[in-house]
């Protein structure tokens, strides 16, 4: 699984099997692996994050309603690059 010396975590390699003919649960597991990722980051103490959602704001949301349920409301850390589409449904 490397391309010119890269190679993808266990659990990524794992998502990409399980999902490989399913593309929109592969994304869905995959918005939820990154959140994962945000939650464990500020419960351990990172400095700065900004989320990418490439206007895709499902994934803003749900990277917002993550942390938020995850007791990290107002944290300084998270920030997401603007989306020219609105939220379609309510946002933590």
Not at 60 to 68: G, I, L, N, T
Request: hydrophobic letters at 40%; glycine letters at 8%.
């Amino acid at each position: 699984h490397a391309q010119r010396g890269s190679s993808l975590p266990p659990p990524i390699i794992k998502l990409l099997a399980k999902y490989e003919d399913d593309p929109a649960s592969l994304r869905q597991a995959g918005i939820e692996y990154a959140c994962n990722q945000l939650v464990d980051l500020g419960r351990h103490g990172v400095d700065g994050l900004h989320v990418y959602a490439m206007n895709q704001p499902d994934i803003a949301c749900a990277a917002a309603e993550a942390v938020a349920a995850a007791g990290l409301r107002g944290t300084p850390w998270l920030s997401f690059t603007p989306s020219r589409e609105p939220c379609r449904r309510r946002c933590a």
